[in-house]
C-alpha cells in the first residue's frame, strides 16, 4: 500500500469537503489503484488528508493526469497558504486499518529512531489483542513512515467521546520494550484531532 498525506490550513471548510467530494464521485472511480481517503478539519483549521493508493506507481500516474491536475489547483486556490505532502512506501495495518465508519480520526505525527519496532508492535497479536480488550473503541490504524524515520499514525475511533473515556482508563502493564516504544513515538509527536472526519472508498 501506498498512502499520501496531506496537509495546509484552510477556512474555507465547506468549499473544500465539497471540493474532495466531488473527486469522489467524479475521479475517484477512474483513478488507477485508489483505495480511499480520509479526512478532516482541526479546531484551529488545519486540514488533513490521508489518501490510500495499491502502490506508488499508480498514485504518481493518477496525479500526472490532466483532470487531476485540474483538480489540485482548485484546491490549492482554496486553501489559506501553502499545503505539505508526505509520500509513503512503507504502510502498516493495526486491525484492518481503522473503518470508514469511524466517528473520530486521531492522526498522530512522530519520528522514531528505528520505525521496525514500531511496525512491529502494531502487527504483533499479543499486543494488538491487549490493546483492543483495553480499547475497544478503537477500530484500527495506519502507520506511514517516511525513510527518515518520521511516521504518520491515523487512529479510527468509534466516537469522541469513547475515545476520551477510553484515554482515561488504565492501562494493562506492558513489556518494557512495548512501553520503551510508545514513549519514544509520542515523545514529540503532534495530535491532529479530526472530529468530524468523512471518508471515501472505491
Not at 20 to 42: C, D, I, K, Q, Y
Request: aromatic letters at 8%; proline letters at 4%.
Amino acid at each position: 500500500m501506498f498512502i499520501q498525506i496531506m496537509q495546509g490550513r484552510c477556512t474555507r471548510q465547506d468549499e473544500l469537503r465539497a471540493l474532495a467530494e466531488g473527486w469522489a464521485e467524479e475521479l475517484g472511480p477512474r483513478s488507477e489503484g485508489w483505495l480511499g481517503s480520509t479526512f478532516g478539519f482541526t479546531d484551529d483549521d488545519m486540514f488533513v488528508g490521508v489518501v490510500r493508493f495499491t502502490d506508488r506507481a499508480a498514485a504518481m500516474h493518477n496525479s500526472e493526469r490532466p483532470e487531476q491536475a485540474s483538480w489540485a489547483s482548485r484546491m490549492t486556490a482554496l486553501m489559506d497558504g501553502p499545503i505539505e505532502f508526505h509520500d509513503c512506501d512503507d504502510v502498516t495495518l493495526m486491525m484492518d486499518g481503522g473503518s470508514d465508519a469511524a466517528g473520530f480520526v486521531q492522526v498522530i505525527r512522530g519520528r522514531v529512531a528505528d520505525p521496525s519496532r514500531l511496525k512491529a508492535m502494531l502487527t504483533d497479536e499479543s499486543s494488538t489483542r491487549m490493546l483492543h480488550q483495553a480499547r475497544p473503541e478503537i477500530l484500527g490504524a495506519t502507520l506511514a513512515v517516511e525513510e527518515d524515520g518520521t511516521f504518520t499514525e491515523t487512529i479510527a475511533f468509534t466516537s469522541e467521546a469513547a475515545a476520551r473515556e477510553g484515554e482515561q482508563r488504565a492501562m494493562p502493564e506492558m513489556p518494557d520494550d512495548i512501553r520503551a516504544t510508545l514513549e519514544e513515538a509520542m515523545a514529540g509527536a503532534r495530535f491532529y484531532d479530526l472530529h468530524h472526519p468523512w471518508f471515501h472508498s472505491h
